[in-house]
């Protein structure tokens, strides 16, 4: 049973994003200032915070995607700002290295970070705006094996797709996603009303 209270933190969310996707269009041309309303309040009533995502499996994410893969909850993302995605989120992106596929992978920086390597044959540098650093969970595995951002360097934040909060490996292996403390708290009342594991089961491939 959801709380009266994780609805209204639920719609404010919901509410928000549709603002921000409906502004996104009209901003770029795919609706006029007629639509914008009716746009954002069809958002609101008809859409969803959150998409399923089958990943194919690997060592690189373990154990929150197995050897086998499994399906994820992914939450939808209009502004890919410092308040709405974090270091330490586990992030759904466009693979660098092959535009056709999607990779799962950590934030480990965003803009504005130095980055240091341990080879001190590389020199250090800072992370330009609306580019991000992303790693393998697994770090046993070397950068060829974990392909992260040690094999093909900075990823553009509008690669992003958004923000995995839950994966379901086997129907009786499931669980969320450990991401940022202030993504967790934001993504608590999605989860809450938009969760379905019966489903996710159903479209497992595993």
Same mark, same amino acid.
């Given at each position: 049973m959801v709380s009266l209270s994780t609805w209204f933190r639920y719609a404010a969310h919901k509410f928000e994003y549709s603002i921000s996707l409906s502004w996104k269009k009209y901003n770029v041309g795919q609706i006029n200032s007629t639509e914008l309303t009716d746009a954002i309040w069809k958002n609101? !009533?008809?859409?969803?915070?959150? !998409?399923?995502?089958?990943?194919?499996g690997g060592e690189s994410m373990a154990p929150i995607i197995s050897s086998t893969g499994g399906t994820l909850l992914v939450r939808k993302l209009a502004n890919l700002t410092p308040t709405q995605v974090f270091v330490g989120d586990v992030v759904l992106l466009k693979d660098p290295e092959k535009s056709d596929d999607l990779i799962v992978r950590r934030l480990a920086a965003l803009e504005g970070y130095e980055m240091v390597s341990n080879e001190e044959k590389d020199e250090p540098f800072v992370l330009d705006k609306d580019q991000c650093w992303v790693l393998a969970d697994n770090q046993a595995l070397k950068p060829k094996e974990a392909r992260d951002s040690r094999l093909f360097g900075p990823v553009p934040m509008t690669d992003i797709l958004g923000r995995v909060i839950y994966s379901l490996r086997t129907a009786v292996d499931h669980g969320p996603v450990e991401n940022s403390r202030m993504a967790m708290n934001q993504d608590a009342p999605v989860l809450a009303v938009e969760l379905d594991v019966e489903e996710m089961a159903k479209n497992n491939k595993t």
């Open positions: 609101f !009533f008809q859409g969803k915070l959150t !998409f399923t995502h089958w990943t194919k």
